[in-house]
C-alpha cells in the first residue's frame, strides 16, 4: 500500500482507482520513474505515454519483452513483465490525459538526491572488467568494472556481500558518416571520448532510508562526470526503479556476466 501513497500524491482520484486495480505490482515502479505517474515523462529522452493508443502500447511491450524491439534498459524490464502486466499498464497509461503544456513531469514526491557512493581511486589497476556493453539507443559503448569483494562473492551466484562496487564507464562511440557507431574486430563500437560513470555499491543499512517499493536491497547509485566529479541532484529514485524489477539479479542488468566471469 505504500506504493499507493506515492502514487496518490500527484494522480486524481479516478486515475488512481484506475493506477490501484491496474497496477497491482511493484515492477510497474520502474515505468513511472522515467515516463512519469501522470504520463508525462520525467526526461527528454523518455517518450510520453499519456494517451498513446492501449493497443500499440502493449503491442511495444511485448516486442520489447521478445527482443524484437531493441533497447537494453526496456528489454530488460519487459523480460519480467506478464501478459496481464502489459494488459494492465498499457491500460492505465491510455487513460491518461494528454497535457499539451507539459514538457516534462517529477517521477513522485519521492527524491532521493543523496548517496553514500565514493568513486574508487585507482579502480583501472585494481578491479576488473568482466563486461563490454553496446548502446545502440544513445550511440555509447560501456565498459564494467567490479571490485574483488563483488567479483569473489559472484562466484556463490547468490546477492553480492557487502562492500560490492560495480563501475560502468560510459564513452562515446565513434560515428561513421552517416552518423552511426562503428563498429570494432571484436564487435564492439569503438570509443571516442569519456563521457562519465555511473556507480552502485551496496554496504549494510544503506537502504534502510528508501521506500520499500523502490529499495534494492542496500545499493545506492552515483553518476560521475569524466574528470570523476559527483554530479550532484540526481535523483537515484529513476536508477532504483529501472533496476527494482532485477532482484533474482541483485538489481543488476549485467549479474549473469559477472558470474560468467568470477566462474572463470
Known amino acids: 500500500m505504500k506504493k499507493y501513497l506515492l502514487l496518490a500524491s500527484i494522480l486524481t482520484s479516478a486515475q488512481f482507482t484506475l493506477a490501484q486495480d491496474s497496477i497491482g505490482h511493484e515492477d510497474a ?43 537494453t534498459l526496456m528489454n530488460a524490464i519487459a523480460e519480467h513483465l506478464s501478459d496481464d502486466d502489459i494488459s494492465a499498464l498499457a491500460k492505465f497509461f491510455s487513460t491518461l490525459p494528454i497535457d499539451g503544456e507539459a514538457q516534462t513531469s517529477e517521477f513522485s514526491t519521492v527524491t532521493l538526491d543523496q548517496t553514500r557512493v565514493k568513486f574508487p581511486t585507482d579502480y583501472e589497476n585494481t578491479f576488473t572488467q568482466y563486461s563490454t556493453v553496446n548502446r545502440a539507443d544513445n550511440k555509447q559503448v560501456r565498459y564494467i568494472y567490479a571490485n574483488d569483494i563483488a567479483l569473489a562473492g559472484a562466484k556463490d551466484g547468490g546477492a553480492l556481500p557487502d562492500g560490492s562496487v560495480i563501475v560502468m564507464v560510459v564513452n562515446k562511440a565513434k560515428l561513421d558518416t552517416n552518423g552511426e557507431p562503428i563498429v570494432g574486430a571484436d564487435g564492439y563500437y569503438e570509443k571516442e571520448s569519456l563521457a562519465g560513470y555511473g556507480l552502485m555499491e551496496k554496504a549494510s543499512g544503506w537502504g534502510d532510508d528508501i521506500p520499500v517499493t523502490l529499495r534494492n536491497s542496500d545499493w545506492n547509485y552515483a553518476f560521475f562526470t569524466a574528470d570523476k566529479t559527483h554530479k550532484e541532484g540526481i535523483n537515484q529514485a529513476a536508477c532504483l526503479a529501472c533496476h527494482r524489477p532485477l532482484e533474482s539479479g541483485d538489481f543488476m542488468f549485467s549479474a549473469e556476466a559477472l558470474r560468467t566471469a568470477a566462474a572463470n
Not at 522515467?34 to 508525462?40: D, F
Open 29 to 71: 515502479i520502474a515505468c513511472t520513474a522515467c515516463h512519469g505517474l501522470n504520463g508525462i515523462s520525467t526526461a527528454d529522452n523518455f517518450p510520453n505515454l499519456a494517451g498513446q493508443g492501449e493497443a500499440y502500447l502493449a503491442n511495444q511491450l511485448i516486442a520489447f519483452k521478445e527482443g524484437s524491439r531493441k533497447n
